[in-house]
């Protein structure tokens, strides 16, 4: 409303809708651009945020994995020292059989050992509390599902579980060969690669783009990252397996 004031005295003007708009318009505009600059701020905000989650689930895949690669290294040094020990002897013979995660670990097998197999003696002074608790043969430590296998009696490898269900292995072969595989327990939440190592000691791993091996869906051991299908199968390095993965060599 506008207020006139002339010879009569004071009067009131309606003011027409031109003037009202003309006289809020900067006000209007002003709180427009400020709405903009809050919601350009929070939009910033997300992506950020988003960027952060991705980066903090990235860097705790890496260091997953990192230790993954120190954990094979402790199984090769507890291997060594099980073979140097004697430990899959027979009535005290001295044998240098590789042994399955629950003997290296010095724990009771959790199978129904066959004769050729006393509880181990010795005590491992390489593996950590990590490899503690052993469940059908596998551990279960950060993400991550580690299992041995040894040659079999039948051809192929057998697991410890295998073992405890009457599976024989093939002692000459297991003196001389071991494979050891780690993969996660969810595929790429918990890890992106799949990893392997036998007694040459070379860590190996190939990135399971498909999501192949996780958690029960274990690696078929001596086809995957291997090159062959045979007991005395070698690892893939530089290569693709019998499944189309590439494997290359970590150290």
Excluded at 43 to 51: C, E, H, M, N, S
Excluded at 145 to 167: F, H, Q, T
Excluded at 168 to 195: H, M, N, T, V
Excluded at 202 to 219: E, L, T
Aim: charged share 25%; net charge negative.
């Amino acid at each position: 409303m506008e207020q006139h004031v002339d010879s009569d005295g004071p009067r009131v003007v309606a003011a027409t809708a031109h003037e009202v708009g003309d006289a809020r318009g900067p006000g209007r505009l002003r709180h427009r651009m400020a709405v903009a600059v809050v919601l350009g701020f929070l939009a910033l905000a997300v992506v950020y945020l988003g960027l952060v989650v991705r980066d903090t689930a990235e860097l705790r895949v890496f260091r997953r994995e990192h230790c993954v690669f120190v954990r094979l290294k402790d199984i090769m040094s507890a291997q060594a020292q099980f073979c140097a020990d004697g430990a899959a002897g027979r009535n005290g013979a001295q044998s240098t059989r590789y042994g399955f995660l629950s003997e290296i670990r010095d724990k009771m097998s959790g199978r129904s050992r066959p004769s050729h197999i006393e509880s181990c003696p010795c005590t491992s002074c390489v593996l950590g509390m990590e490899f503690a608790q052993v469940e059908g043969g596998r551990i279960f430590d950060d993400g991550y599902i580690y299992e041995i296998y040894l040659p079999a009696k039948d051809g192929g490898w057998a697991s410890e579980l295998d073992v405890a269900k009457g599976r024989e292995l093939d002692l000459q072969k297991s003196q001389k060969q071991f494979l050891c595989y780690a993969w996660p327990e969810s595929a790429g939440r918990k890890g992106l690669r799949i990893f392997a190592t036998d007694r040459v000691g070379d860590i190996h791993c190939s990135r399971d783009v498909h999501g192949r091996y996780s958690g029960d869906q274990a690696p078929i051991a001596g086809v995957t990252g291997c090159l062959e299908e045979a007991a005395d199968s070698i690892l893939a390095h530089g290569v693709n397996d019998a499944f189309g993965a590439y494997w290359v060599i970590l150290g």
